[in-house]
T-cell receptor, first 111, second 115 residues
Framework: GQQVMQIPQYQHVQEGEDFTTYCNSS?????IQWYKQRPGGHPVFLIQ?????EVKKQKRLTFQFGEAKKNSSLHITATQTTDVGTYFC???????????FGKGTRLSVIA | GAVVSQHPSWVICKSGTSVKIECRSL??????MFWYRQFPKQSLMLMAT?????????EQGVEKDKFLINHASLTLSTLTVTSAHPEDSSFYIC???????????FGPGTRLTVT
C-alpha cells in the first residue's frame, strides 16, 4: 500500500535558525497536506498542496510540492519557540479516502 | 470552519471493561469518518474507516471484534474498545472529510488509559 516517508525524525535548532522537513511518497499523490501537532494536542491543518511544483508561503513557512507530486517539503525561516511541535505530512487522494501520514518530524527550538 | 468533536477527551478504565468514544461532525454531514490511533511519540496510524449505513472497514492487524465501530448517523461515529487491556492505552483521533472541500477535519482526540 501507499507509504509516506518523512525525514528527519528529530531536529533541534537554535532560535533564529532555519528548519526543513522532507516528505516522500511511494506513489503519486493527488495532494499532500501538512499538519502541526503541539505536545499533548491534536493535529492542526496547516496547508494543502495540489498542483505539481506548487509553492505556498505562510509567513515564515514555505511549502513545496514536487514536480512528480511524490515529494514535498516544509521550510521554516528563523525559527521561534512557538514553532515547537511535530510536523506531519500526509498524502491524500481526495474523496472518502484516509490520509496516509508520515512519521513526523519533531522540532525543538532552543532559546 | 468545520468542527469535529470527540467525547470523552480522556478516560481511565480498568482492564477488562469497555469504553465508547464518540466522534461528531458538528456543522456538516460525513458519510465517512476515519479512526486513527497514536501511540506516544509516534505518528497517526489508521485503524478503520467508518461508513454510514454499512460496515466499517478495518486496517490489517486491527481486530474488528475488539474495536467496534458504529456509524449511527451522518454526524456520529462511535468506537468501542471492548475488553480493554493496558496495551490499548493510546490517543484515539477521528477525522472526517467534508464533501466538496479538500480538507479533513480532526477531532481533538481521546486519551485512553487502561489500568
Amino acid at each position: 500500500g501507499q507509504q509516506v516517508m518523512q525525514i528527519p525524525q528529530y531536529q533541534h535548532v537554535q532560535e533564529g535558525e532555519d528548519f526543513t522537513t522532507y516528505c516522500n511518497s511511494s506513489t503519486t499523490l493527488s495532494n499532500i497536506q501538512w499538519y502541526k501537532q503541539r505536545p499533548g494536542g491534536h493535529p492542526v491543518f496547516l496547508i494543502q498542496l495540489v498542483k505539481s511544483g506548487e509553492v505556498k508561503k505562510q509567513k515564515r513557512l514555505t511549502f513545496q510540492f514536487g514536480e512528480a507530486k511524490k515529494n514535498s517539503s516544509l521550510h521554516i525561516t528563523a525559527t521561534q519557540t512557538t514553532d515547537v511541535g511535530t510536523y506531519f505530512c500526509a498524502g491524500w487522494n481526495s474523496g472518502n479516502t484516509p490520509l496516509v501520514f508520515g512519521k513526523g518530524t519533531r522540532l525543538s527550538v532552543i532559546a | 470552519g468545520a468542527v469535529v468533536s470527540q467525547h470523552p477527551s480522556w478516560v481511565i478504565c480498568k482492564s477488562g471493561t469497555s469504553v465508547k468514544i464518540e466522534c461528531r461532525s458538528l456543522d456538516f454531514q460525513a458519510t465517512t469518518m476515519f479512526w486513527y490511533r497514536q501511540f506516544p511519540k509516534q505518528s497517526l496510524m489508521l485503524m478503520a474507516t467508518s461508513n454510514e449505513g454499512s460496515k466499517a472497514t478495518y486496517e490489517q492487524g486491527v481486530e474488528k471484534d475488539k474495536f467496534l465501530i458504529n456509524h449511527a448517523s451522518l454526524t456520529l461515529s462511535t468506537l468501542t474498545v471492548t475488553s480493554a487491556h493496558p496495551e490499548d492505552s493510546s490517543f484515539y483521533i477521528c477525522s472526517a472529510p467534508r464533501t466538496g472541500v479538500d480538507e479533513q477535519y480532526f477531532g481533538p482526540g481521546t486519551r485512553l488509559t487502561v489500568t
